[in-house]
């Protein structure tokens, strides 16, 4: 079992930045991939980044490539997301999740957080 908590989210004007961070309960982090997803209402969940159990991996969609990065610190049992560049199109609530092994950008994730709202003002 894996339990995930988001912080960071918050409202933000456009340009500016946001740092969201996840933190994962248990002793295996590292050998679970990561991904952060985000959802607003009315449409349906959509992948935003993954990252690899060991990091080697990091996949971006296309529509914050550039602009956010994945990270993680397996020590910490933590993944991160740093947002730069925010648009009011980023507006979504943010989740991060876990399975175990393989990454992938599907919402195919076993464990989910609760999620952080993330509010960008034109």
């Known amino acids: 079992q894996v339990q995930l908590v988001e912080s960071g989210g918050g409202l933000v004007q456009a340009g500016g930045s946001l740092r969201l961070s996840c933190a994962a309960s248990g002793r295996t982090f590292s050998a679970y991939a990561m991904g952060w997803f985000r959802q607003v209402p009315g449409k349906e969940r959509e992948f935003v980044a993954a990252?690899?159990?060991?990091?080697?991996?990091?996949y971006y969609a296309d529509s914050v490539k550039g602009r956010f990065t994945i990270s993680r610190d397996n020590a910490k049992n933590a993944v991160f997301l740093q947002m730069n560049s925010l648009k009011p199109e980023d507006t979504a609530v943010y989740y991060c999740?876990?399975?175990?092994?393989?990454?992938?950008?599907?919402?195919?994730?076993?464990?989910w957080g609760q999620g952080t709202q993330v509010t960008v003002s034109s």
């Open positions: 990252i690899s159990g060991n990091g080697g991996r990091i």
């Open positions: 999740a876990a399975r175990l092994l393989v990454v992938v950008t599907t919402t195919d994730y076993k464990y």
